[in-house]
């Protein structure tokens, strides 16, 4: 191995049909996530109509979407290795916007709960498989960018989610808002599954073994081969921690608007969605853009991006949560909390991690078994991120209610933020695992 293997990289040449089908990877994830997202701001008004607590709505924003998915998440991971990709994606497309106008259509707190464990299984697929097709659309140097438009998609659709799907759910209720999502996934289904092709597995790998076949493992086989492997261990282990506070704040932050700072529903919406979906979107974009540029020279900024990024992120979430209801400006009739100055640097960074990390997966595992370890990195972050995240902030709220009363919630996320620190360790120990490879592949085919 030479001492710095991406001087040996082929050329760069990538046209526009792979930005075409980026482009569309990235619509669909946006929907996908906006599905998610729009949970923030039904929160409120699904409890009034059902009359459940905040554990309740942490358990269906989190856990019972959470639990099928990562139920789901590896066979889905092995299809993705076994088949064609964007055929796959297509039949998920349509899956989903099924599942996701029966949410609206829910008579009860349970149906609602079935609605959305059908959601998490039309969703598994989805992120490991336009990873492991983007891996294949573009080069290790240009890779990260390319990720970053990807994951940040869904980070700009939350001004879709959380602002217009705050108006759309005052004025026409909740159930509207799932109806006009499920939508549009009819025709991302038909364009994946008659426009575009499935890009060749493996063509800008540079590895003796990187054409040949993954063995045919089981699945628990398949899991603990990627598991042995301590820097892929390490990497998805730090995503998970970050996601379970990530999520949970994203997940929790209208409703801390509405109930810490006074604001009304719709307000709060638009600006957890137009402020927080847009600083995040461009960090998310600025950090593959410096992560593409940086590694160049050495492939450990991949890793350290991430790591200046969360204690960016956590210095800044500190202070946006503590911060007094003061209002720092009004918009027409939209009162701005000074508290969004610091939502908005903590929003910048905190998605500094996604692409770089996800790169690096691509470049960990050979081609014939990215589906099966986006799969698995996707499945950790879920469980703690989707799952757990939303529901310890729920009962973190309750348990405080007593002594805080109402401001019980901004206490719940200081607490849930902490994992990040936890995080940081664990991605110093994926460089220090990652660099006795060269941030190569290495789990090999036996």
Request: one cysteine or more; hydrophobic letters at 50%; glycine letters at 10%.
């Amino acid at each position: 191995m030479s001492a710095n293997p991406r001087s040996t990289l082929p050329p760069a040449r990538v046209g526009w049909r792979s930005h075409g089908l980026l482009l569309l990877l990235a619509v669909v994830f946006a929907d996908n996530f906006v599905g998610r997202q729009i949970l923030a701001v039904m929160i409120e008004p699904i409890k009034s109509e059902f009359g459940v607590g905040d554990t309740a709505m942490g358990l269906i924003s989190g856990l019972a979407f959470a639990a099928v998915y990562a139920l789901m998440g590896l066979p889905a991971g092995r299809l993705v290795d076994r088949m064609p990709r964007t055929r796959l994606l297509a039949m998920a497309c349509l899956l989903w916007a099924g599942a996701t106008m029966a949410c609206g259509l829910a008579g009860s707190f349970l149906a609602l709960a079935i609605a959305r464990m059908l959601v998490a299984v039309s969703e598994s697929p989805t992120t490991s498989a336009s990873l492991s097709v983007i891996a294949d659309l573009y080069p290790p140097q240009r890779r990260s960018l390319a990720i970053s438009c990807f994951t940040s998609a869904p980070t700009f659709s939350s001004i879709i989610g959380l602002s217009i799907g705050a108006w759309v759910v005052e004025h026409y209720g909740w159930r509207a808002g799932f109806i006009a999502l499920g939508a549009p996934a009819v025709l991302f289904s038909a364009l994946l599954a008659f426009v575009v092709r499935d890009p060749q597995r493996g063509r800008w790998d540079l590895t003796p073994h990187a054409q040949a076949p993954s063995p045919l493992l089981g699945m628990r086989a398949e899991a603990r081969e990627l598991w042995a492997f301590p820097a892929y261990r390490c990497l998805i282990l730090a995503g998970g921690l970050t996601t379970l506070s990530s999520y949970a704040v994203g997940m929790w932050n209208t409703s801390f608007l509405v109930r810490s700072h006074g604001l009304s529903l719709q307000h709060a919406g638009l600006l957890a969605g137009v402020i927080c979906g847009i600083s995040a979107g461009i960090g998310g974009l600025f950090s593959g853009w410096l992560s593409d540029r940086l590694s160049r020279r050495h492939p450990h900024w991949q890793l350290s991006i991430p790591v200046l990024g969360h204690l960016t992120a956590l210095g800044a979430l500190i202070p946006y949560l503590l911060w007094s209801d003061s209002v720092l400006i009004r918009i027409g009739d939209v009162p701005i909390p000074t508290a969004m100055l610091w939502c908005a640097l903590y929003a910048f960074f905190a998605v500094w991690w996604v692409a770089p990390s996800y790169n690096l997966v691509t470049q960990l595992v050979p081609p014939g078994r990215r589906g099966s370890a986006m799969a698995l990195q996707t499945i950790i972050s879920t469980l703690l991120g989707v799952g757990v995240g939303p529901l310890v902030v729920g009962l973190f709220s309750d348990l405080l209610l007593p002594v805080y009363g109402q401001e019980s919630l901004r206490y719940a996320l200081m607490l849930v933020s902490l994992p990040v620190l936890g995080s940081v360790l664990l991605l110093v120990r994926t460089a220090s695992h990652a660099a006795r490879t060269e941030y190569r592949h290495a789990v090999t085919v036996s």
